[in-house]
């Protein structure tokens, strides 16, 4: 913890995004060093009110799962179960991240194409909350281990809804040549399995239509396929489904349309914009909702993902080519901001320090590492001008943001080239400085090597 006599301030730039001042800037990168992830509490509780706002209007029962994949730092997680949320995870590790956190095992639902059989019956002797099966033989196991242990096993069915909508190909997870989730035509076999094995329940169906969604109209229709298949299945089973799950989705605006229009290079493409929220997903389903059902969701980006920017610092700036822009190279490449990288994702980037300069001149923009996909490009463009604009004369030493960088980040760091993971620091309510992840050191680099 960092004690300040003036507790820091963030100011909010474009419509969402915020920065902290230019000298609080400075004692964060000299205090903890770069690149550095700075987080906003009150920013993760602001997520949390709109969402829960939002799906007020639904004026239906609702759970909020959070789908911690988005980013399990411990503070992040200690944090949302303060503020109510229920947790969703992917891998046993994501579940003991969970507990440590303090949430219990009846809070917990575990979604995942590839749960091992320990990973399972860790979860079933826990006794948490659902377990959302994504396969027949995944099933196969866990009638198993709920047999051997006479253990009584909610579960819910991941179904493809056959709905193409998400960011990018890669975030598009619901319809069937991707490899999540049971295809209807599976489900009078998975009856059967049903039907015989007693410690197994079906409390819910799931569906998750992807990520950085465009519409909300896919929620409504992932929505119907779920009641369609409700009714076939309470009536096949004899049963009565409590809950259903519509996953995560809900866009985070990445773009800041700071972008100007006469620039020879277009800006980034809509599917990194924020278009629609909570609400306008309220309205959509609201109609369809029956009364008797809780609607479940798992959101991870929108709660994260505008709660932090990454700090980083030009080490060197470099012409190769009198003709074109000179390039910067930052502490910060692909080891930090993996997506970058396997999606091309687009994090707007600025000149941290004085952030009202014109951005108004090209520059090519590369992480440090050894490989040559190590750059941050406008995505799908490219732009043979530029890869950024920043303001005029950006020097070695300056310190550059990444915004938006909340969701997606820390989870996937890693030491390639023997590079450190970055640090995060969070501005707590009180506007004091606390480090919630330490920088590594040299040891880090060499301790699991034999
Ligand atoms: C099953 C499931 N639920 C929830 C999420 C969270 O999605 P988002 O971060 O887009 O809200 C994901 C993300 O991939 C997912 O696969």
New binding site residues.
């Given amino acids: 913890m960092l004690t300040l006599k003036k507790p820091l301030k963030p100011i909010v730039i474009y419509k969402n995004a915020w920065l902290l001042e230019a000298p609080a800037l400075q004692l964060l990168a000299e205090e903890f060093g770069t690149p550095l992830f700075v987080f906003w509490e009150e920013r993760l509780w602001q997520n949390v009110a709109e969402l829960k706002e939002g799906l007020g209007l639904l004026e239906s029962n609702f759970r909020l799962f959070y789908?911690c994949?988005?980013n399990a730092n411990l503070s992040i997680l200690r944090t949302l179960l303060e503020a109510g949320l229920d947790l969703?995870v992917n891998s046993v590790g994501e579940l003991w991240k969970g507990l440590k956190a303090g949430y219990k095992p009846q809070q917990i639902i575990f979604?995942g194409v590839g749960k091992s059989e320990r990973e399972l019956k860790e979860a079933i002797l826990q006794g948490i909350h659902c377990i959302n099966v994504d396969s027949l033989s995944e099933l196969m196991d866990i009638v198993h281990i709920a047999s051997r242990y006479r253990k009584d096993v909610p579960i819910a069915l991941r179904l493809v809804p056959e709905i193409k909508d998400g960011g990018l190909e890669g975030l598009e997870?619901g319809h069937s040549q991707t490899k999540f989730g049971l295809p209807p035509s599976q489900l009078p076999e998975i009856c059967k399995v049903l039907k015989d094995h007693p410690y197994v329940h079906l409390s819910g169906l799931h569906t998750?239509v992807g990520?950085?969604l465009s519409n909300p109209v896919s929620y409504r229709l992932a929505l119907e396929r779920l009641l369609g298949l409700r009714k076939e299945l309470e009536k096949a089973l004899k049963t009565e489904i409590k809950h259903l799950n519509l996953?995560?989705?809900?866009p985070v605006e990445y773009r800041h349309e700071a972008y100007p229009q006469k620039a020879p290079c277009p800006g980034p493409d809509k599917s990194f914009a924020q278009s629609f929220g909570p609400k306008e997903m309220a309205l959509v389903l609201k109609d369809v909702v029956p009364q008797d059902i809780v609607l479940y969701f798992?959101?991870?980006?929108?709660l994260v993902g505008n709660t932090a920017f990454l700090l980083t610092r030009v080490v060197r700036k470099k012409t190769i080519s009198a003709r074109t822009a000179p390039w910067l190279i930052l502490d910060a490449g692909f080891n930090v901001l993996l997506e970058a990288l396997s999606y091309r994702w687009y994090f707007h980037l600025i000149a941290a320090e004085r952030p009202q300069a014109p951005h108004n001149t090209g520059y090519f923009v590369a992480g440090p590492l050894c490989d040559g996909g190590d750059i941050f490009p406008i995505p799908h463009t490219n732009c043979p001008f530029y890869h950024r604009l920043l303001p005029e004369n950006v020097e070695e030493g300056e310190l550059l943001a990444f915004l938006d960088t909340g969701?997606y980040t820390l989870e996937q760091m890693t030491y390639y080239n023997g590079r450190l993971p970055a640090a995060a620091v969070l501005i707590d309510r009180k506007g004091q400085i606390r480090l919630i992840r330490k920088r590594e050191t040299s040891q880090a680099l060499w301790a699991n090597d034999l």
């Fill in positions: 789908a994949k988005a969703e979604n997870t998750h990520s950085q996953g995560g989705g809900l798992e959101p991870g980006r929108r969701a």
